[in-house]
């Protein structure tokens, strides 16, 4: 194998199962461990200090993105609109996270961090339950290292916000954050039906790898992908707004009293 071959990825690299293997499971257990680091030793220091961690956790992401981009066009691409913008824009949801999050220092307010903690921790958590990519080949090629270490880094990055902060869930004015969750699905839509280069970034479509494993007809999985969406959307308020939380109940049981 040539370093141009394992740039582009080109070099034959036979399919496997290595979900739950050696390889996916240490990469874990390395993530968690950072995360634990990042929050015992940034515990108590000066915002300057963890916008440095902050800083250097998306800077990778961002070498990341425009690294693939570059390889991408260097591996030819057709002098086309369409071409163009399947390698220059973000298409899955994990790749929308990972800009989410490098936008997120730009715009520097805790409802973006929240978005961006939100989407970045989803995508993590679907990638490391069962990855559908960087894991599953004999060879880790760049194609390989490129999906590890950017969910590896959506998992580290999204919890460290939380831990670090830089978010604040709170139910009064988490409406910034559903817009922001909106126009995500809008932009899907858009990729699907106006720009089609992708064909379902955000696993809604009938036929898509969740509905198969699951086994259900897509109605039924349309109703789970809902029910699932709201109950994890709201457990981050639940949680970190647990005051507003019990306050409400409390009216809510003097009312029926």
């Not at 379902?200 to 109703?223: A, H, Q």
């Amino acid at each position: 194998m040539t370093f141009k071959e394992w740039l582009f990825s080109s070099y034959d690299n036979p399919s496997i199962s290595g979900q739950w293997g050696l390889g996916h499971i240490i990469t874990l257990i390395s993530c968690i461990a950072l995360i634990v680091v990042i929050g015992i030793v940034m515990r108590g220091r000066s915002l300057k200090s963890r916008r440095i961690v902050l800083y250097s956790l998306v800077g990778v992401i961002f070498a990341f993105e425009i690294a693939r981009r570059v390889i991408n066009f260097c591996k030819g691409v057709a002098p086309n609109v369409h071409d163009i913008l399947y390698t220059l824009l973000p298409r899955p949801w994990c790749a929308i996270a990972c800009w989410s999050l490098i936008i997120s220092i730009f715009v520097n307010k805790k409802w973006f961090y929240n978005f961006a903690s939100i989407t970045a921790l989803l995508c993590a958590l679907i990638f490391f339950a069962y990855p559908g990519v960087g894991f599953n080949n004999k060879y880790i090629l760049f194609e390989n290292l490129y999906s590890i270490c950017t969910h590896s880094l959506l998992l580290v990055t999204s919890i460290s916000l939380i831990t670090m902060h830089f978010t604040s869930f709170k139910y009064k004015g988490a409406w910034r954050e559903l817009i922001c969750i909106a126009v995500v699905y809008i932009y899907s839509i858009l990729e699907i039906y106006v720009l089609k280069i992708s064909g379902d970034p955000l696993y809604f479509m009938p036929g898509n790898d969740i509905l198969k494993i699951l086994g259900v007809s897509w109605g039924v999985y349309l109703v789970i992908y809902i029910l699932f969406m709201l109950v994890y959307l709201n457990t981050f308020y639940l949680i970190d707004d647990r005051s507003t939380v019990k306050s409400v109940f409390a009216r809510k049981q003097k009312e029926i009293k």
